[in-house]
């Protein structure tokens, strides 16, 4: 396995996030969780989640405005999130079955 000294600067950037990236992944995941009641056994999953057709990248229900009720996920309060601008639109919800227990 080579050295962090030998990958180069692009390389080093997708493999290691700074401490600002960081710190965005941790409130994200924090407002998600949040959104799930803390609870692991009512995580939303991959098949649950919104696509942005933009990029393909997988959306937490909690950005989606009005999106809440649908997986009966609730927030404790309403925020205007980051995902909410227009370069995350249109959505569409990924094909799926319902999760069996």
């Known amino acids: 396995i080579p050295s962090r000294n030998q990958y ?3 390389i080093k950037q997708s493999l ?3 401490r600002d990236e960081l710190s965005e992944m941790v409130e994200r995941n924090m407002e998600e969780f949040r959104a799930e009641n ?3 056994r009512s995580v939303v999953l ?3 989640m919104y696509v942005d057709s933009t990029n393909g990248e997988l959306v937490h229900p909690c ?3 009005g999106a809440n009720d649908d997986f009966g996920v609730h927030d404790e ?3 205007v999130s980051a995902l909410d601008d227009d370069s995350f639109l249109p959505l569409t919800r990924a094909n799926s079955l319902p999760a069996q227990l």
Request: glycine share 0%; hydrophobic share 20%.
């Open 8 to 10: 180069s600067k692009r």
């Open 16 to 18: 290691w996030r700074d």
């Open 38 to 40: 803390f609870d692991w």
């Open 46 to 48: 991959d098949d649950d």
């Open 63 to 65: 950005h989606v405005p």
């Open 77 to 79: 309060k309403e925020e």
